[in-house]
């Protein structure tokens, strides 16, 4: 029996809206065993991504790395990240208080790669190896004839892996 996407889909899928604050998103990830959130429409359309990196991407320049405990007002939670910022231009504070009520949308991946929950385990391999992408978690969208695109599951990685390992195991029995 070959797996598809139905098999290893998660279905309880924690999502963003378009207009949440990155703050917001922020804290919610430093709650989170994850990385990233699909981010969907009022109808549960899948119109974005958005990962720790687009989020810690915006407080980063050029010279050297600071560690910062992000947790600080108007943050909620504590991740600490390396970021790279210039001693001589040390304006993170206002970086983080300038970019913390930004909407989702303008930082979020809108070019999101999503599968259905009929595609094959080869095919799903195919895009999370994609030397172009870096993609950790694919979005399951429901065909538009019964669910009208909207996002009905999420493949991680760590699935397909799991998925793998548990075949060989059986196979060996």
Do not use: C
């Not at 999502?15 to 429409?41: I, Q, Y």
């Not at 930082?107 to 599968?115: F, K, S």
């Not at 009208?148 to 699935?159: K, S, Y």
Request: aromatic share 4%.
């Amino acid at each position: 029996m070959a797996l598809t996407a139905r098999d290893l889909m998660e279905t309880d899928v924690e999502t963003v809206a378009p207009d949440d604050e990155v703050s917001e998103v922020l804290g919610r990830l430093a709650r989170a065993d994850f990385n990233g959130f699909p981010v969907v429409d009022d109808a549960g359309a899948v119109v974005g991504i958005v990962t720790q990196h687009d989020l810690v991407h915006l407080f980063q320049t050029e010279e050297r790395t600071l560690w910062l405990p992000i947790g600080l007002p108007p943050f909620t939670q504590t991740l600490t990240y390396a970021i790279d910022v210039s001693w001589d231009d040390l304006d993170l504070g206002i970086d983080l208080a300038k970019n913390a009520n930004r909407p989702i949308s303008e930082v979020m991946t809108a070019d999101v790669v999503t599968i259905t929950p009929d595609t094959d385990l080869d095919t799903i391999l195919d895009l999370l190896a994609d030397d172009e992408r870096d993609i950790n978690r694919l979005p399951v969208v429901g065909s538009e004839e019964t669910d009208d695109g909207r996002l009905v599951g999420i493949v991680a990685r760590q699935d397909v892996l799991r998925a793998i390992r548990d075949g060989r195991r059986e196979s060996k029995r």
